[in-house]
């Protein structure tokens, strides 16, 4: 904590907070925060003085959490996820979204590569004090929803102008972001194996009528569980973008009017962000942050609402609405890869301190069975919606060899 003070009230000193006098760096609350999984979040006031007034500067300060290293062994994995964090505020989103203010404003950045972590630093504008905020609910209604699929848009439709104004950049920017290299050990391949089942499951056991179901699981199944993911992830044309990479409503800053009433939205925590395909951004959210009776309601709306946003950033961006919608349902299942492990967990309170101590039995029972018969109805109620909405059988479709390249820019 105090070289944390010292390094920030040295960044003062040198002007990277404005102008005017260091007073003091003291200590701030972290109310609103939210759930953080990877990272070590620190609140602090940088207080400054100039001739005729006081001015606070709020700020978190992120730092590699303390037991980095031994995580960080087999795959440099941390490494790599704060290099790209701090990539994407340093160079690409100032770049990128130069006409627009959807993300929090930076003040210092610096990440090691994991040659020195005690360097590794991201310091932002802490966001509280202007209004913004977390939502509170894990499913998000149409008010929060259609604001952030508006802005979702914009994000991406941003990089669809940068490749037609600016490939080369686009190509540039495509090998800075670091794909993830994590490695499953055998133990973690039944546990997210388990948990993919597990929303199947009343359909795999109830005849020739869900037998298109069984054909989809099957082949999502038979892809090796570290390769499930990227075959989604792959970057093909003409639809690949600078995408989030974990847009769901842990990264997403909401502000509110007086009334209550959503205003605005900003996006952070890029550290997984890759030259992607924006389907994984939308499945995850959709099905992450939504009720089923959202989905039910406002699907079709929701990716209405998110091509306009699109559009408005770059009116011509190489496909149609037809060709997005295609792209879309053939990758639509990512987002229940995602949800069938985190959405139990999210709902139902658990403990995973001690998750690589456990056997592979347990790892089993706990992706199979925790939350009981309520959090299985709601994993099994985004495979109904797949399968309602078609889904499954335009999975099909998709090529899951993980080696197809067809990602020229």
């Not at 133990?187 to 005849?207: N, P, Q, Y």
């Not at 946003?309 to 995602?338: E, M, W």
């Not at 109620?381 to 080696?403: A, C, M, P, S, W």
């Amino acid at each position: 904590m105090e070289s944390l003070i010292e390094r920030l009230s040295d960044s003062a000193r040198a002007g990277v907070f404005g102008p005017g006098r260091l007073l003091r760096v003291e200590n701030n609350d972290d109310t609103g925060l939210g759930a953080q999984f990877a990272s070590q979040i620190y609140f602090f006031r940088v207080v400054l003085e100039d001739e005729q007034s006081v001015k606070n500067v709020p700020v978190v300060v992120k730092v590699q959490i303390e037991n980095i290293e031994d995580i960080a062994k087999e795959n440099g994995e941390p490494y790599r996820q704060f290099l790209n964090e701090v990539n994407m505020y340093k160079t690409v989103l100032p770049e990128l979204l130069s006409d627009q203010r959807s993300y929090p404003k930076m003040f210092l950045a610096e990440a090691s590569g994991g040659t020195d972590i005690t360097k590794d630093i991201l310091v932002l504008e802490d966001l509280r004090e202007r209004g913004y905020k977390i939502a509170d609910d894990l499913f998000l209604d149409f008010d929060h929803m259609s604001l952030a699929m508006r802005r979702l848009g914009e994000f991406h439709g941003s990089s669809y102008r940068l490749k037609i104004d600016n490939p080369e950049l686009m190509r540039v920017w495509r090998k800075t972001l670091l794909e993830s290299k994590k490695q499953l050990d055998d133990s973690e391949k039944a546990f997210f194996d388990s948990a993919v089942a597990r929303g199947f499951g009343k359909f795999l056991t109830a005849g020739k009528k869900y037998s298109g179901c069984r054909i989809a699981y099957e082949k999502l199944i038979g892809i090796p569980t570290e390769e499930r993911l990227k075959v989604f992830c792959r970057a093909e044309e003409p639809f690949a973008s600078i995408v989030h990479g974990d847009f769901n409503k842990n990264n997403i800053l909401f502000k509110y009017d007086h009334r209550g009433k959503t205003e605005d939205v900003l996006f952070f925590d890029f550290a997984t962000s890759i030259y992607s395909d924006p389907s994984i951004d939308l499945s995850f959210i959709l099905y992450m942050n939504t009720s089923a009776a959202e989905r039910d309601a406002h699907w079709e709306e929701y990716l209405s609402i998110y091509w306009a946003g699109l559009t408005s950033v770059c009116p011509y961006p190489r496909f149609s609405f037809k060709q997005f919608l295609d792209n879309f349902s053939k990758k639509a299942i990512y987002g229940y890869l995602h949800c069938a492990f985190f959405l139990p967990m999210m709902l139902f309170e658990c403990d995973l301190k001690k998750f690589n101590l456990w056997t592979i039995e347990e790892k089993i029972e706990f992706a199979s069975n925790h939350g009981g018969a309520e959090a299985t109805e709601m994993v099994s109620k985004i495979v109904g919606h797949l399968l309602e909405k078609g889904y499954l059988e335009q999975f099909l479709r998709l090529n899951t060899v993980t080696d197809v390249n067809n990602a020229s820019v």
